[in-house]
Nanobody, 121 residues
Framework: VQLQASGGGLVQAGGSLRLSCSVSGHIFSSHVMGWFRQAPGKEREFVGAIRWGAASTTYADSVKGRFTISRDSAKKTGYLQMNSLSPEDTATYYC???????????????WGQGTLVTVSS
């Protein structure tokens, strides 16, 4: 299984970006796709996750109401829509696959390579 995140870039504060995460290999309805981020000098942080089958989502409080996670099962691709971005959202964003819902990175066994999001003030 391989995951590939894309869509990062430079955006001004208040702007939007949509990240994509394509999956090569299996991702079943029981799996979860999670999104994490890591800012320079900080620990990795859970952003949100989607249950692949039910498409139900959960978010960290820091992004709730601004970020939306979705998925296209046919394309085996997940998305992270980010709105109202602020400089505090600057980080490398990672997608990952887990067997069940978790906010802990250790529960995710397959990771994408990360895509950098930079929000300028």
């Amino acid at each position: 299984v391989q995951l590939q995140a894309s869509g990062g870039g430079l955006v001004q504060a208040g702007g939007s970006l949509r990240l994509s995460c394509s999956v090569s290999g299996h991702i079943f309805s029981s799996h979860v796709m999670g999104w994490f981020r890591q800012a320079p000098g900080k620990e990795r942080e859970f952003v949100g996750a989607i249950r692949w089958g039910a498409a139900s989502t959960t978010y960290a409080d820091s992004v709730k109401g601004r970020f939306t996670i979705s998925r296209d099962s046919a394309k085996k691709t997940g998305y992270l829509q980010m709105n109202s971005l602020s400089p505090e959202d600057t980080a490398t964003y990672y997608c990952a696959r887990a067997n069940g819902l978790s906010t802990r990175g250790s529960e995710y066994h397959y990771w994408g390579q990360g895509t950098l999001v930079t929000v300028s003030s």
